[in-house]
């Protein structure tokens, strides 16, 4: 079975410009996260979507971040004006309910000039 | 509030030698969940293993062993006769039974295996 799936795997943009993130979950997974991995605050959660549906989105920085989830297979993080601090690694994962073990896909290495 | 430490920053050992990677939590729940990650240097995140409060065995997988101690909130992990593919960052997680979708991770620990 394929694993989570994250698109692009690199991304390098100038800072002002909209970056999106990209998300293919497990196939029959109801649960989805993203998670950001930075050097100064280790693995954060921004949000999280069950059933399609956007859960808990505390842990999004502000509102330059969106993130949406349109069908099961599919999700989008968004972050509009980008600028360098968001340089990061973002990680999707999938889990078959909110209560079972999350899968993590490869990243996305995000560096914004 | 709820918290992992993952004391060990770097660990480097000579293959074939046996290494422990500590992880201590703190909660109040009597209901959670604890989990190692494996962070090779390729930067995928490796699920590994997943308890729950309520299981206090411990788990051997080939060469990797757990051990959950509830009395010192522990659940330190052993890797037995070390090889360098073991290198990778290894991180200590923590969800709680009231929210279990959010999972607190330690700051990891590096662990390089020397040939």
């Known amino acids: 079975d394929a694993g989570v799936i994250q698109s692009p795997r690199h991304e390098v943009t100038e800072m002002g410009q909209e970056v999106t993130l990209r998300c293919k979950p497990i196939?029959?997974?109801?649960?989805l996260f993203w998670y950001r991995q930075t050097m100064m605050r280790g693995l954060e959660l921004l949000i999280y979507?069950?059933?399609?549906?956007?859960?808990?989105d505390s842990g999004m920085p502000e509102d330059r971040f969106s993130a949406k989830m349109p069908n099961a297979s599919f999700s989008t993080l968004k972050i509009q004006p980008s600028e360098p601090r968001d340089s990061a690694v973002y990680f999707c994962?999938?889990?078959?309910?909110?209560?079972?073990?999350?899968?993590f896909g490869p990243g996305t290495r995000l560096l914004v000039l | 509030a709820q918290k992992v430490t993952q004391a060990q920053t770097e660990i480097s050992v000579v293959e074939k030698e046996d290494v422990t990677l500590d992880c201590v939590y703190e909660?109040?729940?009597?209901?959670?969940?604890l989990f190692w990650y494996k962070q090779p240097p390729s930067g995928e995140l490796v699920f590994l293993i997943r308890?729950?409060?309520?299981?206090?065995q411990n788990e051997i997988s080939g060469r990797y062993s757990w051990n959950f101690q509830k009395s010192t909130s522990s659940f330190n992990f052993t890797i037995t006769a070390s090889q360098v593919v073991d290198s990778a960052v290894y991180f200590c997680?923590?969800?709680?039974?009231?929210?279990?979708?959010?999972?607190?991770f330690g700051s990891g620990t590096r662990l390089s295996i020397r040939p």
């Open positions: 994962a999938s889990s078959l309910t909110r209560w079972e073990t999350q899968y």
């Open positions: 196939s029959g997974h109801n649960s």
């Open positions: 979507f069950n059933n399609n549906v956007p859960i808990d």
């Open positions: 909660t109040r729940d009597t209901t959670y969940y």
């Open positions: 308890r729950n409060s309520f299981d206090e």
């Open positions: 997680a923590l969800s709680l039974g009231s929210s279990a979708s959010k999972i607190i």
